[in-house]
Structures are given as C-alpha cells and as structure tokens.
C-alpha cells in the first residue's frame, strides 16, 4: 500500500440556502416548560427554554431516572418530511437535567434497526458508563441498557451515540445534558441552545447518502441547513425583555462544521467552557465554537429591539472572493423594560486548578490514501483506529500533549473522561480559557492542551468530524489507577 499524504486541501465553503421569509413563528417549545417534580429537592432547578425537560421518576432528592428510547422518528424541515432518529421520538432529544452531586440513572431502550450506545460527552464517570463500543457491548435493536453514573460537576454537556455516529446524530440522536450548580446566579431565562446544521436532499425528502462525496470525507458532513433546537434557525425566534439578564448554554452538535457565534443588539461575557463555570467570566466578540464544545455566555438586554444569536460562515460571493455571510440561529424581540441589573458572578473553583505538567506526548493527526473503502483514512500517530492504547498514563498525571496536524483539513479533538486547558498561543483557537474537553487544531498546525488525567479508565480520544473518526481518527489512552 502508498501512503501519500493529503495535500492541502482549498477552504471548505459551504453556504446555506437562506430560508424563505417566515412569519415569526413562536419556536420556544419549552414555555411550557416542565415544572420540578413534587418531591423536588430544597434546590429548585431553573426552568429551561429549549427543549422539554426528562422527567425525573424517581422520588428520591438526589437521584435522577429517566427513560430514553433511541427510535425512529419523522421530522419536517420548511415543508418536507425526512426519516430521522430521536430520542424519545424528538429531534434533539430531551434535555437531562440533575443538579452536581446527584445519581443519574438512564434506562436505554433501542428501538433503532441497528446497535447503539449512549456517550455523556464530557460528563467524567467511569469508562464503564462511558457508551464506549470497545467496552460495552453496543445495546442491540430491542434490548435495554442502564446507564448510572454521578453529575460530578455542574455543567453544559450533551449526548450522543458512539456506533454509526456520523450517521445517527446526524440523524438525530443528540440532546444537552444540564448539570446545575446550586452556587449559580439566578437568571431571568436560561436558554439551551443546541446549534447544528443538516444535509438535506429537500426534492427528494431524504439524507444524501454519507461518506458519499469527496468534501465529506475531508471535512466532514457539512449540512445545507443550520439548525437550532432541531429547527431552522431562521425559524427559531422568541421574545425578551430589556433589564433582563439571561443564561445561554451553547452547543455546537454539527457532525463537522465549527462554529463562529456573534451577538448583535445585546452583550454577553462568557461564564462557563466544557469544564463548567469560569473561575472569571470574560468577553469577547466572536466566539469559536467547534464540534463537541459548550459555551455558557451570561447576555444581558440593555436596549429593546432585535437581538440575534449570529453564527458567521464563509462563503463565495458572485466576484469569487470569500465572504463572511451572517446567518440569524436565534433570534429575539426584546420589549421595553428598565436598564439591565449587574449580576455577580461567584468565584467559582474550577474542579481542577492549573497544575504543571510532568510529561509531553505527542500526537500526530494525519490522512492517508489507502486502497480500501473511500480511500482515505484518517489516523492518530500513524494509526487508523489504533487497536492497542496510543498511551498508558498514571492516574493523577499531568500531561503536556502536543497535537500535530499534518494535513489540510482540520480537527477537534475530544478526550472523554478528562478535563484539559488549551495553551494559548495568541491564535483564536487556543485562546480559550477555562477546562475543556475538546479543542480545535487547525489544518497544519499544531496545538498543545495540558490534560490533568485524574480519572482512571480506558479513554476514548478521536476527533469530533464524525466521519474523520469513522475513517479511523479514532484511538484510546489509559489512566491506570492509583495504587490505593
Ligand atoms: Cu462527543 Cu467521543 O464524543
Ligand atoms: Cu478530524
């Protein structure tokens, strides 16, 4: 076999074809929001805009048991009917909501035609609970499987399957997990906002099939349409009111496409990272948002009118030259009201403090023409879908890991189970603060995460292009416990 490097690869450009205008539809579906059960415990969990909430069965203050049932589902997008998959028959599934502390308890029920798992992306739990197929044996069509772990840290996360997954969230099988700290501020709203996008044959109301063109297997799935909540965003609007103060928790589902998030008409600072919330909230412009990362921004209403939630993508214009062009994913009709209030935002201890690193590994994340399938692989230190551990660490290590991307498409990298810090080197993409469990590294460049491995077990550590881990960019690392 050859291996030939990828050469660079020209800028993905991918446009949406803008929606038709549309009357200002009411999208919020979860004004009805779902009330705290009875037996709700002396912390009384905010009410989330969204998507309707798990209801919790379970009588016990700290213990959380839901249903989930991986289905098939129908699902209309501007007037045409596609076969997807839900959780719970809903496009993204339900949001699972504890408070830190609590026992999460998550029976699975797979009604799909094929094997699946559930990944708690970010959560830290034991490997066991992880969804990880090397571990558990995928939950066959018909069978049940439960899933219980404990909410460690108060967060914005989300799950997802790790069997087929290019093709099941894309699909559909995705929803936020929601970890409350009762130490938080109370906000006038808090919005969950699950962004992504979709490729949608609209003529023939069905997916193109995946890794079926050659953009795919480089970049990734890029949709023809962005989504929030599962709608079209330019669907996706509700109202506000000036003064008020609100809590966003943002993230980005999309199979490939990364994410550049602006707000017009409001201002914002960020308050929490995939890690939970900042020790310091701070502000910025422009958020960066690749595949599998959480932001929670603190907005505030200071003038009423139209506030918009805008995701940038770049594009061609009619003389060739590329363009940013603005889309709307959220957007809001604000009432006239007062001048906002300040919120204080308590110094929050990070659940890992900044701690030097004793060790640096490298690894290299490259592409390879390979005379199999579609002809690409996508591999870690030279390795499609590596069989043995890339790394064996010691429970408790602080590692240096050097993230080399020899190639011209980029990629996220995403270690279950642990937190890391990005080392900022003045680019956007690694000034980021705050613990993360998923960063971007760039087409040929190279990136570096100190990762505090602190939870033992066998780890998942692939990229977020979910076809890029399809085609291999998929591997583990071992946190061996401590000797107790
Ligand atoms: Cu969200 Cu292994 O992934
Ligand atoms: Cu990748």
């Given at each position: 076999m050859i291996l030939v490097p990828l050469a660079l690869t020209f800028l993905l450009v991918t446009a949406c074809s803008s929606d038709p205008a549309a009357p200002a539809a009411d999208a919020g579906t979860a004004d009805s929001a779902p009330s705290p059960d009875?037996?709700?415990?002396?912390?009384e969990l905010p009410a989330l805009w969204g998507a309707p909430v798990l209801a919790d069965s379970?009588?016990?203050?700290?213990v959380v048991s839901v249903k989930l049932v991986a289905e098939k589902t129908k699902w209309t997008l501007d007037g045409v009917e596609y076969d997807m998959l839900g959780y719970n028959g809903k496009l993204p599934g339900p949001i699972l909501q504890a408070k830190v502390g609590d026992e999460i308890v998550v029976e699975l029920t797979n009604k799909l035609d094929e094997p699946t798992t559930i990944h708690w992306h970010g959560l830290r739990i034991s490997d066991q609970m992880d969804g990880n197929p090397r571990i558990q044996n995928p939950v066959k069509p018909g069978e049940t499987f439960t899933y219980r772990f404990r909410a460690r840290e108060a967060g914005t996360y989300w799950y997802h399957p790790h069997v087929n997954s290019n093709q099941q969230v894309e699909r559909g099988l995705y929803g936020a997990i929601v970890i409350h700290s009762p130490d938080a501020p109370r906000y006038d709203r808090e919005r969950v906002l699950l962004l992504d996008d979709v490729l949608v044959d609209d003529k023939n109301g069905v997916l193109p099939?995946?890794?079926?063109s050659h953009p795919e297997i480089m970049h990734g799935r890029w949709g023809n349409r962005l989504l929030t909540n599962g709608q079209a965003s330019s669907r996706v609007t509700h109202t506000a009111k000036q003064g008020n103060v609100e809590r966003w928790r943002i993230v980005n589902t999309a199979n490939a496409r990364t994410m550049e998030l602006e707000i017009k008409g409001a201002t914002f600072r960020v308050i929490g990272t995939d890690g939970g919330p900042l020790e310091k909230p701070y502000t910025t412009t422009r958020l960066l948002v690749p595949v599998g990362q959480r932001y929670d921004l603190e907005v505030s209403f200071e003038q009423a009118g139209k506030v918009e939630l805008i995701s940038v993508t770049q594009s061609v214009d009619a003389n060739n030259q590329l363009v940013e062009v603005p889309y709307a994913v959220l957007s809001l009709d604000v009432a006239a009201g007062e001048a906002p209030r300040a919120v204080e935002w308590p110094a929050f201890t990070p659940p890992i403090g900044e701690r030097q690193a004793t060790r640096t590994v490298t690894v290299e994340l490259n592409g390879q023409q390979v005379s199999t399938g579609v002809g690409i692989a996508w591999t870690m230190n030279g390795q499609a879908n590596a069989k043995d551990p890339l790394f064996t660490f010691d429970e408790g290590e602080t590692v240096r890991i050097k993230l080399i991307n020899k190639a011209g498409p980029e990629h996220p990298f995403h270690l279950h189970g642990q937190f890391f810090r990005i080392v900022s080197d003045g680019n956007p993409w690694t000034d980021q603060p705050g613990l993360k469990d998923t960063v971007l590294v760039p087409g040929l460049s190279t990136v570096e995460i100190i990762a505090y491995l602190d939870n033992p077990g066998r780890w998942m550590a692939h990229c977020h292009i979910l076809a890029h881990a399809e085609l291999g960019m998929m591997s583990e690392m071992v946190v061996k416990p401590a000797q107790k």
């Open positions: 009875s037996s709700a415990p002396a912390f379970d009588d016990a203050p700290d099939p995946f890794l079926g």
